[in-house]
């Protein structure tokens, strides 16, 4: 089998959208000490290295200031909603007083995630699944650099983040709609919208429906993948 032998390395993508589809700047942590500065990576993206290719409270307070901070309409500095998981980095007190500061209120469903967190619910499938795409189209190609041992040389960063941005742009902003409904999450906030919740629109849907056929209140959810 073509392999890199680089199967244990691994990538951390955080991914937001709101309650109204707009997906917002992803932050993509390699697993690195830096970044090769040598290297052009695509705009819209957020580039960070960490030794792990971990997501921490540090890049937690950095995304809340350069992404969430910079979401549509956050100059009106109305008060609002950041779903997250139970990931540890989103319970420590830097985090709360930061978006105490923002006036966002943090929610986060223990052991519901499944259920109440829309990128869990319709999102993180279809985006890990065109993601990987990528990556077999990649590692399939013959024309492939190999190492001095025979071994595919592995990607380059900027080649992954690449493959990372066209798997996020891949996703329809209704899909990003439709799973804020299913987690009964509006900004409907008078309730008009209440009806519509769970209602049943043409569930279980292959991934072609959940994705377009291209290759170039608010959630959040750091994914990690190879």
């Known amino acids: 089998m073509k392999t890199t032998g680089c199967e244990k390395l691994r990538l951390t993508v955080m991914l937001a959208a709101t309650a109204d589809g707009r997906k917002l700047l992803y932050l993509l ?18 580039v960070r290295a960490q030794e792990k290719g971990w997501m921490t409270e540090e890049l937690m307070l950095e995304w809340l200031k350069i992404v969430w901070g910079r979401r549509p309409r956050a100059f009106l500095n109305q008060p609002s909603m950041l779903v997250l998981d139970a990931f540890k980095g989103h319970l420590t007190d830097s985090m ?35 993601l990987r795409q990528k990556y077999l189209t990649w590692i399939a190609d013959p024309a492939r650099v190999l ?31 439709r799973s804020f409904k299913k987690c009964c999450i509006s900004n409907a906030l008078d309730g ?21 056929d291209n290759n170039s209140v608010m959630s959040d959810d750091s994914e990690s993948d190879e």
């Open 29 to 46: 942590i390699l697993k690195r000490k830096t970044l090769p500065k040598s290297e052009a990576f695509p705009k819209g993206v957020i």
């Open 192 to 212: 008009s919208k209440d009806d519509i919740q769970w209602a049943d629109d043409g569930e279980d849907k292959d991934d072609s429906d959940w994705v377009t």
């Open 96 to 130: 709360k007083n930061q978006l105490c500061k923002m006036k966002t209120e943090l929610v986060i469903p223990g052991g519901m995630t499944s259920v109440l967190q829309p990128m869990d619910v319709s999102i993180n499938k279809p985006f890990k699944d065109r």
């Open 147 to 177: 190492t001095e041992t025979g071994k595919i040389k592995r990607a380059a960063p900027s080649e992954v983040t690449r493959w990372v941005s066209a798997a996020w742009k891949a996703i329809l902003e209704s899909i990003m709609v």
